[in-house]
């Protein structure tokens, strides 16, 4: 699981740009061999499918990660950008960004009077280029960049680019790896464009109709020196979503996440996060309305070049979300 | 809530005019609303609510649902050969309210809004939790004595805020309340003079209350359109069991009862609405204009007051996602004036709520498929 | 001047009858089929030569930003809110007309004689402005104002400079006008061609619109922020006058589909048109809405730059609006794939 999780949170794919992640997933799904029916929709979500009777439950994951468009080149070869998803200029200075083509590029900003003034718009990409021509070549504008890659351990911990949401993605696979034998249909969807505004996974589950969802993302933690008042740590279990600003749980769909994790004594959080949304914000309100729920992954410095979570919060997540499939209640409780 | 009927009649006494409007039946919806009122359903959490609704509305329609967002959807048949044209009445039935966070150690509990509560009215309200069994709590806050100089003057922040249950270990409250739990201010109904009432949740418990007001109308009344009275979830949250109870049920037309703000001092004319002058017929963009024309004309023909509601957005209710549900639902929204919105003491006119109900089922009685056919043509 | 006519024409948010009536009227000898919705999209569909050609829908917004009169005051004034984000700014001193009847009036403010030192610093807000029409009181008012209605710009669309025109309501007028000009012709797709409402009061009408075509593919007609102004520097500038239509990458509503995009730029090369890309990523159109319908729509937005936006006086660069026309014209013409624009 940590070595999938090392492949995925590598691979490069900004919101609108899902091409070589979706690549990489693909990948990994032939792997598993489980004859699945696999396809990509209009908007590039990456669609698995298994099987099964009138059932429908739809297991979602953003695939898509924040980055930087590019949108203005100046005459002396440096970048502007607009922030694709969520970006705070001060995580941005200083950070490394790869292009999907490999180059390489570090955050600069302008001479600033007041420290109060570093916005989006007084920083830029220095790729090294020493022309407009130059740059234009290596990364024309509409192009994009992510944070480069990196990916360490310390005992449990995993540190890496991306968690958000690769974490996820890679509990779907793990699920998929150690797939129960269910009778109803499951449509594992790895979604684009989470990052800005829950959008791949609305037509998604348009599409799909399922009558029952999960969305697997990440979660902020309340963990750290002088952090934010959240009752989420790292290392104390997958958290199971109550509310964001997005989502108010089904509340049977919580219950029974939860009568599944006390059940098999896997440990679990309960999370209200008060900013923030993920692609449950935009299943369960698709068509007639989808009861969804969610588990998180409590994960420190969301939307940074480094993000941390806990190996063990990540395999308890797979493990109950692999039980949850087996809960007999699954579809007539709801 | 004895002391409490008795004082609002007492009142009532002495005033001739508003014991003929008690004739009038005015009170005829007050035990409704105030079993509805005190009922709990914040946003996301309405099962309580619902489950009241769906006895009161099932003596009065061929059938009531809940959808799997749980919405009640309580469907009253037309009479005549088809077509029926298909309307729905949507009002929302949750309320906005606090959710337990954090449980502190001293046996506090730490909330955030659900919906868009006024932080400063929270300060010194009692509240119930309703956890695994319902608990009562008061909302703290640090005594003046213990503030610094300039704190005095500014609203208390909301993460200074917090719920003391009286239990004072962390562990025993942990046991009755989970993470999550929805809280609610306690309040009673109260009668106020000229049939105005003031109370919590009355956005938009008045407006499920119309909508049972208009059923019961319409059981004395023949009617061609097959109606749909949708009790809708999520409102506070950003109109969600509207947009999928719209989709699921696809009507020909919507009308949806909500609140606006009424007259108080310091707010402008065309921002507060009198109480007791009748509903706000809502003008706008998102209101068809056909809908808002015949709803007036209606209003005029059977002599129910009303006022005019122009806006240039719905400004937050139910008909801002039901117009754009699949290719589009013509939609209505009629208001009842309502004062201090947000907060435990919303005051309205029970005058309003029976004639907005009347309305309402006037208008149904006039509809036929033709003019259905022609909302579509500009 | 179709497009003067359009400029001219009154259309508040919810309120796009003129609009509509006069784009009907035109369209009505070059289409199959003219129809509309509930809310009042317009719709007109140009059967392609090929029938099992890709369904393409073609979208311009006909509403414009306005106020809308809600209060009549004792002394007859008008009191307003905007309908759609207009900048208050630029309202004091203007004259406007109200409603279809075209009821003239000026806004107006306290004079500058009245005011405190500080108060002349700051813009005035809605609530300071009001409309004054000449009535002597609420009843004289009444008569020729009804609340709910809207108001508009009174402004004269004409040439300035060399090739530039200036009006009101160019946002979107000048989209409406490139997409009746383009109906004209006869494609080998099968196109609608959908003039919307309510845009600027949250991409409302778009959406219903896309609900019921379901198309293969849709392109939005727009204008957009043309940022190439004194003091503004040079990677500040969304767009420019005069250097081609604007391809969007991507906008706070929508990341253009990407083989769209590089179709509509492969057809700017072929025919050899200026074209530019849109250099930040704020604001929404249409497309925004569009593209998240149903199981999705692979959806691009081609814009024509605009100075000014939601002002009295917007103005455009007529080589931008032909190069827009020709832009998409000749992306019409070439048959796209029915698999454009999809991965």
Same mark, same amino acid.
């Given at each position: 699981m940590k070595d999938t999780l090392a492949r995925l949170s590598q691979s490069f794919g900004p919101s609108g740009r899902e091409e070589e992640i979706r690549t990489q997933l693909t990948k990994e799904l032939a792997a598993l061999d489980k004859n699945l029916a696999i396809r990509t929709d209009a908007l590039g979500n990456l669609i698995a499918t298994k099987p099964g009777d009138e059932k429908r439950l739809l297991l979602a994951a953003h695939m898509d990660e924040i980055a930087l468009l590019v949108t203005h080149i100046d005459d002396l070869g440096f970048l502007r950008f607009s922030p694709v998803g969520g970006h705070d200029p001060r995580l941005l200075l200083g950070a490394r960004v790869i292009f999907a083509n490999g180059t390489m590029g570090t955050i600069g900003r302008e001479?600033?009077?007041?420290?109060? /003034?570093?916005?989006? /718009?007084k920083l830029f990409i220095d790729?090294?280029? +020493?022309?407009r021509a130059e740059a234009e070549e290596n990364c024309p504008i509409g192009s994009m960049a992510v944070f480069a890659p990196h990916f360490s351990t310390q005992g449990s911990r995993i540190m890496a680019? &991306?968690? /958000?949401n690769r974490a996820g993605c890679t509990v779907l696979l793990e699920v998929i790896r150690n797939l129960?034998?269910?009778d109803y249909q499951i449509d594992f969807v790895f979604t684009v464009q989470e990052e800005v505004g829950l959008r791949g996974a609305r037509t998604a589950a348009y599409q799909l109709q399922p009558h029952l969802a999960v969305a697997v993302d990440v979660t902020r933690t309340?963990? @750290? $020196?002088?952090? $934010?008042?959240?009752a989420v740590e790292l290392g104390k279990g997958p958290a199971i979503k109550v509310k964001d600003r997005s989502f108010i749980s089904h509340p049977r769909v919580k219950d029974l996440l939860e009568e599944t994790a006390r059940s098999q004594d896997i440990p679990y959080q309960l999370e209200i996060l008060e900013r923030g949304g993920t692609d449950a914000g935009s299943i369960h309100l698709t068509r007639e309305g989808i009861p969804t729920g969610v588990i998180s992954i409590p994960t420190r410095y969301?939307?940074?070049p480094a993000e941390i979570i806990d190996y063990r919060d990540l395999k308890n997540a797979a493990l109950l979300l692999c039980s949850f499939l087996q809960h007999k209640d699954l579809f007539s409780s709801l | 809530m004895l002391g409490i009927f008795s004082r609002g009649q007492q009142k009532l006494k002495g005033m001739e005019k508003t014991t003929n409007t008690k004739e009038d039946k005015s009170l005829e919806y007050l035990d409704l609303l105030r079993r509805l009122s005190q009922e709990q359903g914040v946003s996301g959490r309405e099962a309580k609510v619902a489950e009241s609704l769906l006895k009161t509305l099932h003596p009065l329609v061929d059938e009531v649902e809940r959808d799997r967002l749980g919405n009640v959807i309580a469907h009253k048949k037309g009479e005549g050969p088809d077509p029926h044209p298909r309307v729905m009445l949507a009002a929302h039935m949750d309320e906005i309210g606090l959710m337990v966070t954090q449980i502190l150690e001293g046996g506090f509990l730490r909330f955030t809004p659900v919906g868009?509560?006024?932080?400063?009215?929270?300060?010194?309200q009692e509240v119930l939790i309703h956890g695994l069994s319902p608990l009562r709590g008061v909302i703290g806050a640090k005594p003046p004595h213990l503030?610094?100089?300039?704190?005095?003057?500014k609203a208390i922040p909301g993460d200074e805020l917090y719920i003391d249950t009286?239990? +004072?270990?962390k562990e025993e409250l942990e046991e009755m309340v989970p993470l999550g739990t929805m809280v609610t201010i306690e309040r009673d109904l109260q009668l106020l003079a000229n049939d105005l009432v003031a109370g919590?949740?009355?956005?938009n418990r008045a407006g499920v209350t119309v909508l049972a007001a208009c059923f019961q109308e319409l059981t004395r009344l023949k009617h061609r359109a097959d109606v749909y009275g949708v009790a809708t979830v999520q409102e506070e949250v950003g109109v969600r069991g509207a947009m999928v109870s719209s989709y699921g049920l696809a009507p020909d037309l919507a009308v949806v009862i909500d609140v606006c703000h009424g007259d108080m001092p310091g707010v402008a004319e065309d921002e507060g609405f009198p109480l007791g002058k009748g509903p706000a017929l809502g003008l706008g963009p998102h209101v068809h204009p056909r809908l808002f024309t015949t709803l007036k004309e209606t209003a005029q023909e059977i002599g129910v007051p009303y006022q005019v509601e122009p806006s $240039? @957005?719905? &400004?937050? @209710? /139910?008909a801002w996602a039901i117009q754009i549900a699949r290719e589009g639902i013509p939609t209505a929204l009629v208001s009842l004036p309502l004062r201090y919105?947000? @907060?435990?003491?919303e005051t309205l006119s029970l005058k309003d709520l029976k004639e907005t109900g009347r309305l309402l089922a006037a208008f149904i009685q006039g509809l036929e498929p033709a003019f259905v056919e022609g909302l579509s043509c500009y | 001047m179709l497009l003067k006519e359009l400029s001219e024409a009154f259309g508040p948010p919810g309120q796009e009858d003129e609009v509509r009536d006069l784009i009907r009227e035109k369209i009505a000898p070059h289409v199959d089929r003219i129809w509309t919705d509930t809310m009042g999209n317009l719709y007109a569909e140009k059967k392609g030569r090929d029938a099992a050609g890709p369904r393409i829908m073609l979208a311009a917004h006909m509403d414009e930003v306005a106020l809308m009169i809600t209060r009549i005051d004792r002394e007859g004034f008008l009191h307003f809110k905007s309908l759609?984000?207009?900048?208050?700014?630029?309202?004091? &001193?203007k004259p406007v007309v109200i409603g279809r009847q075209r009821v003239p009036g000026v806004i107006g403010a306290k004079a500058v004689h009245l005011l405190e030192p500080e108060e002349r610093e700051r813009a005035l807000s809605l609530r300071e402005l009001f409309i004054d029409i000449? &009535?002597?009181?609420k009843e004289e008012a009444e008569k020729l104002v009804a609340i709910g209605e809207g108001a508009v710009f009174q402004s004269r669309f004409s040439s300035i400079g060399g090739n530039r025109v200036r009006g009101k309501a160019l946002d979107n007028r000048a989209g409406c006008s490139a997409l009746v000009e383009l109906l004209q012709y006869d494609y080998p797709v099968n196109l609608t061609a959908v003039f919307t409402v309510q845009e600027e009061v949250g991409l409302r009408g778009a959406r219903i619109a896309s609900y019921n075509l379901k198309p293969d593919l849709a392109l939005v007609m727009e204008t957009t922020t043309a940022?190439?102004?004194?003091?503004?520097?040079s990677h500040q500038m969304s767009t420019r006058l005069g250097k081609g239509p604007a391809l969007t990458i991507m906008d706070r509503t929508l990341i253009a589909a990407p083989d769209l995009l590089k179709a509509l730029e492969e057809t700017a090369q072929r025919l050899d048109k200026p074209y530019q890309w849109?250099?930040?990523?704020?604001g929404g159109t249409d497309g925004g809405a569009i593209h998240l319908t149903g199981a999705g729509i692979p959806t691009a937005v081609v814009a024509i730059p605009c100075r000014y936006?939601?002002?009295p006086a917007s103005v455009i660069d007529l080589a931008d609006y032909q190069h827009l026309i020709e832009l998409i014209h000749g992306f019409l013409t070439h048959a796209p794939g029915r698999r454009t624009g999809q991965k």
């Open positions: 001479e600033l009077k007041d420290k109060e /003034d570093l916005k989006l /718009d790729i090294g280029a +020493s022309s680019k &991306a968690l /958000d129960p034998p269910v309340g963990d @750290t $020196p002088e952090a $934010p008042v959240m969301i939307h940074s | 868009g509560i006024d932080l400063r009215t929270l300060p010194g503030q610094e100089p300039g704190e005095r003057k009286g239990y +004072s270990k919590k949740a009355l956005d $240039p @957005t719905p &400004a937050g @209710t /139910d919105m947000h @907060t435990a003491v | 759609g984000g207009i900048d208050q700014r630029v309202l004091i &001193a000449g &009535a002597r009181d940022g190439d102004v004194p003091e503004a520097k849109k250099q930040t990523a704020t936006l939601h002002s």
